[in-house]
């Protein structure tokens, strides 16, 4: 193996196992690089997750962390395709914002939304980046999935924490960093990535290429703290009535027994 190579196992939510490089973090690089692979192929990779589900057996509709949210104001952080949108917007949120770094995604918003009856204003832009969102302005602010994208995790909770109201709500799922360092092999769960590592990444997937760290659960839990936030609720847990109804036997769905492979946090702004 190559000396600037690392074997980092599940990419992001159950994807891929393999060989990534490790790289400097140039901002401006990532963008570009993850940009063209949501344009392109990330989709077809990596699927898109979307409410009700938060990632892997963990659901709204058992979770509960948003409520009702008729007449509020919602703002999605990495809109993907539009999904979750729709699920708010269908539960009578009065205003849908979606952001993406993605033109191609946000088409894909427009379209399904349009196709559904709905409509949001659309911005293209990295999250870490002043965009025209306004500030004081939402009810909630989430993020599926999305989140640990980010170039600067401190700076974008900041910004997230400017777009919401004083008592508003930041909901944002992503892939349990314990879920990243463990993979399945001959009927065992197996480290072999270290938790503490926290280095930027580039991997090849189906001739695309991505860009990633993953952090440490304190490194978001910190950065909440800082950024305003305060914590009221946390689910890493699986869901094992969804596991039981999917029947499903895969490594993955073992693992998810074993251990957490989503985590969600609910935090409120002060």
């Given at each position: ?226 950024a305003g936030f305060v914590i009221e609720q946390m689910i890493e847990q699986s ?32």
């Open positions: 193996m190559d000396k600037n190579s690392v074997y980092r196992t599940n990419i992001i939510g159950a994807g891929e196992v393999g060989v990534a490089i490790s790289v400097d973090m140039d901002k401006n690089v990532v963008h570009k690089t993850n940009s063209l692979f949501w344009d392109t192929k990330g989709n077809d990779v990596l699927g898109a997750t979307s409410l009700p589900l938060y990632g892997a057996f963990v659901s709204e509709e058992k979770c509960q962390l948003f409520g009702d949210v008729t007449g509020k104001k919602m703002l999605e952080i990495g809109c993907g395709s539009g999904r979750s949108l729709q699920y708010l917007g269908e539960r009578n949120a009065s205003e849908l914002w979606g952001m993406d770094i993605s033109e191609n995604q946000l088409e894909k918003t427009k379209q399904h939304l349009t196709a559904c009856g709905l409509s949001a204003k659309l911005i293209c832009s990295p999250m870490e980046e002043k965009c025209g969102i306004p500030e004081d302005y939402f009810d909630f602010v989430y993020s599926i999935y999305a989140i640990g994208w980010t170039t600067d995790l401190e700076g974008t909770f900041s910004r997230i924490a400017s777009y919401l109201k004083k008592d508003g709500v930041f909901i944002f799922s992503w892939s349990h960093p314990i879920h990243k360092c463990v993979v399945a092999e001959n009927d065992m769960l197996v480290f072999k990535k270290c938790y503490f590592d926290e280095s930027w990444y580039s991997v090849s997937l189906a001739e695309s290429t991505l860009t990633l760290s993953d952090r440490k659960l304190s490194t978001y839990v910190n950065a909440l703290s800082k869901d094992d009535d969804m596991m039981q109804s999917r029947d499903d036997i895969s490594d993955f769905a073992k693992k998810a027994k074993m251990l957490p492979v989503t985590f969600v946090i609910k935090a409120r702004k002060l």
